[in-house]
């Protein structure tokens, strides 16, 4: 399973960025997918997610701002992030998998500038 993730970078404050990540080698449209991000010296978080029957969950810190999508037939999911601000700068990390199946993406990184 090899999961590529792209769309990070550098952005002002209330700015926006779409991240994708690629899947490869899993039945992708049986798993649920998602975002997490770590931010330097914090744990990692949720970010979003979205089940393989398209149920989406956000974390508070972003609902309204963020949108999680998935396309099966590219074996995607895509995070729209608008109304970026400083404290969104993380690490973001895409995953596939549910219960105790899971992997992970390499991370892109996403900074937001005040």
């Known amino acids: 399973v090899q999961l590529q993730a792209s769309g990070g970078g550098l952005v002002q404050a209330g700015g926006s960025l779409r991240l994708s990540c690629a899947a490869s080698g899993i039945t992708f449209s049986a798993y649920g997918v998602g975002w997490y991000r770590q931010a330097p010296g914090k744990q990692r978080e949720l970010v979003a997610t979205?089940?393989?029957?398209?149920?989406?969950t956000y974390a508070d810190s972003v609902k309204s701002r963020f949108t999680i999508s998935r396309d099966n037939a590219k074996y995607a999911v895509y995070l729209q992030m608008r109304m970026l601000k400083p404290e969104d700068t993380a690490v973001y990390y895409c995953?596939?998998?549910?219960?105790?199946?899971?992997?992970w993406g390499q991370g892109t990184q996403v900074t937001v500038s005040s």
């Open positions: 979205v089940s393989n029957r398209g149920v989406t």
């Open positions: 995953y596939v998998g549910s219960g105790g199946y899971v992997r």
